[in-house]
Structures are given as structure tokens and as C-alpha cells.
């Protein structure tokens, strides 16, 4: 049996404005530290057999926080980046609106293959991750991996495993810091903890 852990980074000062923070490398505040080392002590018993983790600084150092018990190698993936938000980087909702209402109506009428003008569409950020995932269930057929990276990614990595698709992707939470657990066992996913 595979267990994957998902922890979503701590919170960041982009996460408080509310704004789309997707290739912008957004830092961690101190409240996004602090979840970090919660995640860690909810973690310290775990044996890791991997740690991988977005290389955007808000998840690789919540990813470092946590590998101070465990001390092995955090490889990263760009394929754990958050979606890039092009244009939008940075707006919050009603900067978008009033910046972009065309856009805005088109994202809207099929939010998950509009692609942002500079960035990507939701429909290709599900094609990197959920390629991603699958390749981590076939290299791990046992064992627990922790996997450090964004609401986005978290939500289409159990929308995916759990046989939802894109479809699923708004029927999970993931707060900051949180830690969320998946197991595998002989071919099939199911859920064991989300949003803890």
C-alpha cells in the first residue's frame, strides 16, 4: 500500500490580499511558518520514504520545515507549480473584473480550458499534475510520500486519484498548512484524512 501526504504551504502575504498567486514567488509570512511547523509536528512520527515538493519558495519552505525531522533530499518538480495565472498574477478577483471583464466572461463560460493570456488553463494544469501523481504510484508501490505544493495541485491530485476528474476539483478544501492523506492499495485510492 502507497500513502500519500498532501500539505498544502503556508500562508503568505498573497493569501491575506487574496490575490491569484500562481508562478509568483510568494514567500511564507510568519502565520505560514508557524503552519509549516504544525504540519511538521502532526508529521515528526511519520516514516518518509520521499519528500517531493513545488519549487516555488512558499512550498519548498514549508517542504524544509518539515524535512528538519526527517532530513532526507526534497526533490522538486515544476510539474507541482501552482497554475500560472499570466496576467492575472498578483489581481485579486475585483482587480481582474475591472482590468479584464472580456476575459473575465470567457473564463466563465469555460473556466477550465480558458487560458489566461502569459499563463495556462486549468484543463493543461490537470494534465502536468495528474501525469505527475500517476508516475509517483507507479515509482512508489509502497510507503508513505509527502507531497508539499498548492490548492490547485491538491485538489486535482485527489479530484484524479479518487475517479472525479476535473469535475471534482471544487469538492475539496485544502487550507494553508493543512495535511490531507490518500492510500493506494492494489490499484484503488481512497481517502483517509482531508484538511487536517
Avoid at 503556508?10 to 509549516?36: F, V
Avoid at 515528526?44 to 526527517?70: C, M
Avoid at 475585483?94 to 502569459?118: A, F, R
Wanted: include cysteine; charge should be negative.
Amino acid at each position: 500500500m502507497l500513502e500519500i501526504i498532501l500539505v498544502r504551504h503556508g500562508e503568505t502575504d498573497s493569501n491575506i490580499r487574496g490575490t491569484y498567486c500562481g508562478w509568483t514567488d510568494a514567500q511564507l509570512n510568519e502565520k505560514g511558518r508557524a503552519q509549516a511547523e504544525r504540519a511538521a509536528e502532526m508529521l515528526k512520527a511519520e516514516k518518509l520514504d520521499a519528500i517531493y515538493s513545488s519549487p516555488l519558495k512558499r512550498a519548498f519552505g514549508t517542504a524544509s520545515i518539515i524535512n528538519q525531522v526527517h532530513d532526507i533530499q526534497i526533490m522538486t518538480d515544476e510539474k507541482l507549480k501552482e497554475q500560472n495565472f499570466g496576467e492575472w498574477e498578483d489581481l485579486t478577483y475585483c482587480e481582474i473584473t475591472e482590468k479584464y471583464p472580456e476575459e473575465c466572461l470567457n473564463w466563465k463560460k469555460d473556466w477550465m480550458n480558458y487560458c489566461i493570456k502569459g499563463g495556462e488553463s486549468p484543463a493543461l494544469v490537470y494534465q502536468r499534475v495528474s501525469g505527475f501523481v500517476d508516475t509517483i504510484a507507479q515509482v512508489h508501490k509502497k510507503g508513505t510520500v509527502l507531497i508539499v505544493t498548492h490548492l490547485g495541485c491538491i485538489r486535482i491530485i485527489l479530484a484524479h486519484l479518487l475517479g472525479m476528474n476535473m469535475e471534482g476539483f471544487w469538492r475539496f478544501k485544502a487550507d494553508n498548512g493543512s495535511v490531507s492523506r490518500l492510500a493506494i492499495d492494489d490499484g484503488y485510492a481512497y481517502l483517509k484524512s482531508l484538511n487536517i
